[in-house]
């Protein structure tokens, strides 16, 4: 029997359970980028999908740790401003260059680099599609993006 997902819905399902286990897998102390989790998750160029699903992150999911792959605070905003992010990962330890940014040399975890094929496995394993359903937002945004890999024919 194929387990494989079959519409965008649960498709994107899987890649919202996908990207918050990897962002509960990300250590205390470093950050992720939006195009890292993509990549890990099956979905290579998806660094906006991810940043969208970022949006819609619950309690528990430490979502400051990601930050574009330019080391910058990009979503800031969803903390209510881009002080709170910054003071929550100041708080793990990550120290910011004058222009606040995140050196990612020294601060970033890539999952595909960082992770073995194996672990990556054992965090998938783990999730629960079912309770990472996409909003109607969040399917309104995939199915309207021309560089969606979701978009509707």
Known sequence: MNNEPTSPNEQMA???ARVFALVKACPAGRV??????????GYPNAARIVGWIMNEA???VPAQ???????????????GSPDRMRQLLEAEGI???????????RYGWDPSRDLSPAQVEEIFSGIDK???QPSPRLMSLVNH?????????
Do not use: H, M, Q
């Not at 992720?32 to 998750?41: H, M, Q």
């Not at 120290?95 to 040399?105: I, P």
């Open 65 to 79: 740790r990601v930050i574009n792959s330019k080391g910058e605070l990009s979503g800031g905003w969803a903390f």
């Open 58 to 60: 619950s309690p528990g």
């Open 14 to 16: 899987v890649l919202k």
């Open 145 to 153: 993006d021309p560089a969606s890999p979701f978009k509707k024919p």
């Open 130 to 132: 079912s309770s990472e």
């Open 32 to 41: 992720t980028t939006y195009g890292w989790l993509g990549k890990c998750a």
């Open 95 to 105: 120290v910011f260059s004058d222009a606040g940014k995140v050196d990612l040399k």
